[in-house]
């Protein structure tokens, strides 16, 4: 199983605070679809046509100020989208609202395919956008959207095309930025707990320190509440309304908090805190164990919140997460999340919506996976990269 390059950058983007719409202190509301739930697809979208839309000459088109729910599927598909830009004009293009485990990356180009820009993860973390292009000509110009880090992975996104425009000059333009009248109000901007105000564009003001979350009584493993799991890819600000709203905290000091996790059967995921929740920030931390269904400790750490946990039988299994204050006195929030990587039945190692390149596209075999040797020719895609490399 090949974790350590995803942890590596998991652990080292500090910022993967939430965003997404949400009001602040004035009327200027963002313009990011809240009901758009992402999954890995099954399916192509509508926009492909008879002939696809991989590449320029059979391009789809969007609108400006349009909004799509796309898919990259099948395996190694890619999306071009012709769009018509204004010269002396600045536009922002994204790829959003990714499901779990997603990660897109986009691409623009001239008319005659000279690459302009691209992006993979812009200053809101993990959204692909370009923002702030200025158009250099009036006609026509070309999008390309890919899954990140596994070419041939699925996915399903968001595509915007807009202009961009940033009022209060925090680099932020409207659709990310839930009060573009006020600088400190954006999507990683630190939210404050319980002063009414939604700081991070989240769509909710988060919890104040001083006071008890709505899960209580949950301090002991007998009356644990079930962990939120997330629908919105783990480290993209968009979507995440879902964890912001069932935020937790220690408090008052010395309170215990159990968290149920069910995993399952051949399954797999990450236990994780996302945001910018302030117990992680205390002088001395939170801690955490991972207990099994009796109580047992797999894991006992201080730190941030993170922890692989997997389930090889056919049943399935239920395990636990206690939080407590490192101190035995510090109170804070945090934002506790399951996120599943589904199924591993051919024991390879490998599971079916892994993201960083480790994904399996035939989970019947163990032969096949992200990474393995491909034969040539032998009509069977044994690496996932979406086809039999030929002689």
């Known amino acids: 199983m090949q974790k350590n390059s995803y942890l590596l950058g998991y652990l080292l983007a500090s910022g993967l605070l939430l965003g997404g719409c949400g009001g602040g202190s004035e009327d200027n509301t963002a313009a990011v679809s809240t009901e758009y739930v992402a999954k890995t697809p099954t399916a192509v979208d509508g926009y492909e046509g008879a002939s696809g839309d991989n590449n320029m000459s059979t391009a789809s088109s969007i609108a400006l100020g349009a909004l799509q729910n796309r898919t990259i599927y099948p395996r190694a598909d890619q999306d071009w989208i012709k769009v018509s830009l204004e010269e002396g004009k600045i536009y922002e293009f994204s790829a959003s609202n990714l499901q779990e485990t997603g990660d897109s990356e986009i691409y623009l180009y001239d008319e005659n395919g000279t690459q302009l820009d691209r992006n993979d993860d812009s200053n809101i973390d993990y959204d692909s956008a370009i923002s702030d292009y200025y158009a250099t000509y009036s006609g026509t110009h070309y999008i390309k959207v890919i899954h990140l880090a596994n070419p041939s992975g699925?996915?399903?996104?968001?595509?915007?095309?807009?202009?961009?425009?940033?009022?209060?000059?925090?680099?932020?333009?409207?659709?990310?930025?839930?009060?573009?009248?006020?600088?400190t109000i954006n999507p990683l901007a630190f939210d404050i707990g319980g002063n009414g105000i939604d700081e991070n564009c989240d769509g909710i003001d988060a919890i104040a320190d001083t006071t008890a979350d709505a899960y209580e009584d949950d301090n002991t493993l007998a009356t644990a509440k079930p962990i939120p799991t997330t629908f919105g890819s783990m480290e993209e600000p968009q979507n995440r309304f879902d964890i912001q709203s069932k935020m937790r905290t220690i408090s008052p000091s010395g309170d215990i908090d159990f968290l149920k996790i069910t995993v399952a059967p051949y399954s797999a995921g990450e236990i994780i805190d996302v945001g910018n929740a302030s117990l992680k920030q205390i002088a001395h931390e939170y801690a955490y164990e991972i207990q099994d269904e009796n109580g047992s400790i797999i894991i006992s750490h201080v730190g941030r919140l993170w922890y692989w946990i997997s389930n090889t039988t056919a049943t399935e299994a239920t395990y636990y997460l206690k939080v407590f204050a490192n101190d035995g006195s510090s109170i804070g929030g945090y934002m506790p999340a399951y996120v599943s990587y589904g199924e591993d039945r051919d024991g390879d190692g490998y599971y079916t919506m892994d993201w960083a390149g480790n994904d399996d596209c035939n989970d019947a075999n163990a032969s096949i996976y992200a990474g393995a040797t491909e034969i040539d020719d032998d009509g069977i895609d044994s690496n996932c990269n979406g086809y039999d490399n030929n002689l």
Not at 166 to 176: A, E, P, V, W
Request: proline fraction near 0%.
């Open 154 to 183: 699925l996915l399903s996104y968001q595509l915007g095309f807009r202009e961009f425009v940033d009022d209060d000059d925090d680099g932020y333009g409207t659709f990310f930025d839930c009060n573009d009248n006020n600088s």
